[in-house]
Every structure is written in structure tokens, then in C-alpha cells.
């Protein structure tokens, strides 16, 4: 193992890319890129391909947009075309557009959404058919329980109701009416 670092170990069943990260701190995993600086030329071979990833994937589209944009900045300003309310209203149109290509994707996503729903109700009657008899079951067997648990409270409430209807009805009849009539003033 003489002129090789301790970290690269190289296990059997692991690829060498496993293996150098075997033994990294932070979860094992590389933050942003190839980290073996150990000169082999693997490594050496690594580094340049993700240099040529960041060139093509990263910097090369950066750079030409930044080139568009300059360019047609400086072809427009020399040109001296158009009024503030010309500018204005094409910056209005670019935001619409781009407010009505999100209310599209948002109608795709519902329209797909609903789609699905379709195809997942034909696949799903005969368990909705027997949720749908367990819920029934469960709601009349609780209203049931509702009823035979309000039925004490309400023989006593209508008990109360009758017993003060009976006096109020013998009452009138056993007392005369002129000691029903309020007392006038002395």
C-alpha cells in the first residue's frame, strides 16, 4: 500500500468511487464534485470531466445568454425605436404570457388530476360499494345510540312538561276567576 493514501481503499464489491467514499465524513457523500486529490490518474481523468460538464452545462449557456441579451440591448438602444409606452406595454405582454403559460400548466395538472380520477373510479366500485355499506352501517348505528341515549333525558323533560301543563289546566279550573284577575291598584 506504499504511495497510496489510507482513505482510497479499495473494497472488493465497491466501485472505486464508492470506496473513496467510504470512510467521508457528512453522510459519506461529496458536496460538489470529485474531492480525490490524490494525482492518480483516474482522479485526473474525474476532475476534467466535470470541468467539461460545468463548461457545457453551466458557464457555456450563461455566457450566450448574457451575449443575446447585450446584444439586443445595445441593437435596440442604437436603433432608438419606440416610446415608454411602447416599451410598457411589450413588458405587459412578455408578463402576461408568462402568467397564462402558468394558468396552463396549472389547467394540465387539473385536467390530468381528473383524468386519473376517472380511471381510478373504474377500478374502484366493488371497495367503495363495501365502504360506502360500512359507513351507512356505522351512521344508523350511531344514530341509534344517539336515540336510546337522549331517551331518559327526554321521558324526564316531557314528564316535567306534563305534570306543569296538568296543574296549570287544574288550576284554572279549581281556582275562581277572580282570583285569577290581577289585583287592581288601591
Not at 467521508?24 to 485526473?44: F, L
Not at 457545457?56 to 439586443?72: E, K, Q, W
Not at 296538568?166 to 284554572?172: N, T
Amino acid at each position: 500500500m506504499l504511495g497510496r493514501r489510507q482513505d482510497s481503499i479499495r473494497l472488493p464489491f465497491a466501485s472505486n468511487h464508492a470506496a473513496r467514499l467510504a470512510d467521508r465524513p457528512c453522510y459519506n457523500v461529496p458536496m460538489y464534485g470529485p474531492t480525490d486529490r490524490s494525482g492518480s490518474a483516474e482522479s485526473n481523468g474525474i476532475r476534467a470531466a466535470f470541468r467539461r460538464h460545468q463548461l457545457v452545462h453551466i458557464y457555456l449557456p450563461l455566457i450566450l445568454s448574457l451575449v443575446v441579451v447585450a446584444g439586443l440591448t445595445v441593437a435596440l438602444w442604437r436603433s432608438g425605436i419606440g416610446t415608454a409606452s411602447a416599451w410598457a406595454d411589450g413588458a405587459l405582454i412578455v408578463l402576461l404570457v408568462v402568467s397564462l403559460l402558468g394558468g396552463f400548466i396549472a389547467l394540465a395538472v387539473l385536467a390530468g388530476l381528473a383524468f386519473a380520477i376517472g380511471r381510478l373510479i373504474d377500478r374502484i366500485p366493488e371497495p367503495a360499494w363495501r365502504l360506502n355499506r360500512l359507513v351507512v352501517r356505522i351512521e344508523s348505528g350511531s344514530a341509534r345510540a344517539m336515540d336510546y341515549t337522549v331517551r331518559p333525558f327526554l321521558l324526564i323533560q316531557s314528564t316535567w312538561a306534563a305534570i306543569g301543563r296538568a296543574r296549570r289546566v287544574l288550576g284554572s279550573i279549581i281556582e275562581p276567576k277572580s282570583a285569577r284577575e290581577p289585583m287592581e291598584k288601591m
